[in-house]
């Protein structure tokens, strides 16, 4: 049943009695005197495939960045796994397992796709700073096994063929699949994917689709998109929150939200009318 009560959570069967992974309560956060965003909540399982749709400067990114730390909320609650973000960075939430990537590609584009992996697997790195400065054994071993996970998860996209090829000298839809591998790299529990699809052809679109579900399946964690294309958003999406102008207004199902009216004049009439022409 659609909803506009923003405090309804949609919890998969699967993950019924399990605890949520990242839980959103009346979040909030103005900018000299502007709200942005306004008691905003949401519940994410830990298997999840979630979406957050609407229109451009509805706030979505701005979520993101509150979710992952970039800002600090100015009222308001996010636990992860149970647990009060409150006095984490940047830093601290990756470590604590959430993942993001951006709208705007920011790789490493003069690393090769190795080394970029590698950036991602510094939470899971164990030697001390005395063995990597003189190079003694304990480092060489990290080192050996680092790469060797790094190029276990290329595998899984089928890219380690390109791991010592420039990051920038990718295919644009590969560069994309790269910054999830790097993502995921660091261990997370929750990976956030702001316009995952932005800029892929329909084939590279369904191709991420499986992938986001292999992702899902393989390391079972949740997933968090922002995205426009509704047919990727349908498509995978178990639960969808709808924001518009900084507040949810909706939350439901696919078909939900695909039949509810105050969604359709928001946002999901227009999108839907520019997808079919």
């Known amino acids: 049943m659609t909803t506009h009560n923003p405090r309804v959570s949609l919890i998969p069967e699967r993950d019924i009695h399990k605890t949520p992974v990242m839980e959103c309560r009346e979040l909030g956060i103005d900018f000299g005197g502007l709200t942005a965003v306004d ?15 609407g229109p451009n ?23 992860l796994n149970g647990r009060n ?20 590609i920011r790789l490493f584009k003069e690393m090769t796709v190795l080394e970029n992996v590698l950036v991602g697997l510094h939470n899971e790195m164990d030697y001390r700073l005395f063995d990597a400065i003189f190079r ?3 480092y060489w071993r990290a080192e050996t096994i680092s790469k060797n996970r790094a190029y276990e998860l290329l595998s899984i996209f089928n890219m380690q063929d390109d791991a010592k090829r420039k990051a920038g000298s990718l295919p644009y839809g590969s560069q994309r ?3 999830i591998v790097r993502a995921l790299a660091t261990n997370p529990c929750i990976l956030l994917l702001d316009e995952p699809a932005a800029g892929m052809n329909p084939s590279e679109t369904g191709d991420l689709m499986e992938n986001i579900k292999k992702i899902r399946d393989l390391f079972q964690i949740a997933i968090l998109l922002i995205e426009h294309d ?3 958003v349908m498509g995978i999406c178990e639960g969808i929150a709808v924001l518009n102008y900084g507040r949810l207004i909706a939350k439901g199902t696919p078909e939900d939200i695909q039949n ?7 946002y999901l009439g227009k999108e839907l009318g520019n997808a079919d022409g």
């Open 260 to 266: 509810d009216p105050v969604v359709i004049e928001a």
């Open 136 to 138: 003694l054994p304990g």
């Open 177 to 179: 699949r790269l910054e």
């Open 230 to 232: 509704m047919n990727l």
């Open 57 to 79: 400067g509805a706030g979505k990114t701005t979520i993101f960045n509150l979710l992952t730390k970039v800002y600090k909320p100015s009222r308001g609650a996010m636990l």
């Open 85 to 104: 973000t409150k006095n984490m960075n940047t830093i601290k939430a990756n470590k604590a397992g959430i993942a993001r990537t951006f709208q705007n």
């Open 39 to 53: 008691d905003f909540n949401i519940t994410v399982a830990p298997t999840e495939i979630a979406g957050l749709i």
